[in-house]
T-cell receptor, first 114, second 115 residues
Framework: KAGVTQTPRYLIKTRGQQVTLSCSPI?????VSWYQQTPGQGLQFLFE???????NKGNFPGRFSGRQFSNSRSEMNVSTLELGDSALYLC?????????????FGPGTRLTVL | DQQVKQNSPSLSVQEGRISILNCDYT??????FLWYKKYPAEGPTFLIS?????DKNEDGRFTVFLNKSAKHLSLHIVPSQPGDSAVYFC??????????????FGAGTQVVVTP
């Protein structure tokens, strides 16, 4: 069974631009969560989608948004990029996103904002 | 507000010996805990989990212990192998709809296994 895939793996943008990252979960998984990893803050939860609905959201500004499609694939978008958005963005999938299920992570997208 | 803390940023251990990684949490609502291993340029890989109804869970060389009264969990790796050199994260989640899909992660502990 294929794992979680994320595209692109690396991205370089300039301040003020916007970016869209994509995540394909493990087949059969319906929950997709997004995390931001930075050296100073560790992994921070962005949001979670299940059956095309955002069920949970972390403490990030509205510039960070996401969506999920009927095939469970998910995208996240960051508008008006800032230097501080440079990070590794990880998505994780699980069967239902309940609190007793493991999350399986993709390799991440490394975003650099210049 | 860091609700999950890994106070040791690094750990060096000899091959064949035991590695003990520690994790403390502050939220008494946390009831499910995971450990992940992460190599550079890869996403975290799930290792082992434990729910709050247990105090120990074993899987091969990995054992996780949970002390709910102390809000503390630990991961034991026995015996340590060179391939175990990686960053280890503990993560915790609380019950309820507010926690769907959401885990709180510690800052990680870099483990180096030396020959």
């Amino acid at each position: 069974k294929a794992g979680v895939t994320q595209t692109p793996r690396y991205l370089i943008k300039t301040r003020g631009q916007q970016v869209t990252l994509s995540c394909s979960p493990i087949s059969g998984h319906r929950s997709v969560s997004w995390y931001q990893q930075t050296p100073g803050q560790g992994l921070q939860f962005l949001f979670e989608y299940f059956s095309e609905t955002q069920r949970n959201k972390g403490n990030f500004p509205g510039r960070f948004s996401g969506r999920q499609f009927s095939n469970s694939r998910s995208e996240m978008n960051v508008s008006t990029l800032e230097l501080g958005d440079s990070a590794l963005y990880l998505c994780a999938s699980s069967w239902t996103g309940g609190t007793s299920y493991e999350q399986f992570f993709g390799p991440g997208t490394r975003l650099t904002v210049l | 507000d860091q609700q999950v803390k890994q106070n040791s940023p690094s750990l060096s251990v000899q091959e064949g010996r035991i590695s003990i990684l520690n994790c403390d949490y502050t939220n008494s609502m946390f009831d499910y805990f995971l450990w992940y291993k992460k190599y550079p340029a890869e996403g975290p890989t799930f290792l082992i989990s434990i729910s709050s109804i247990k105090d120990k869970n074993e899987d091969g060389r990995f054992t996780v212990f949970l002390n709910k009264s102390a809000k503390h969990l630990s991961l034991h790796i026995v015996p340590s192998q060179p391939g175990d050199s990686a960053v280890y994260f503990c993560a915790a989640s609380a019950g309820g709809t507010d926690s769907w899909g959401k885990f709180q992660f510690g800052a990680g502990t870099q483990v180096v296994v030396t020959p």
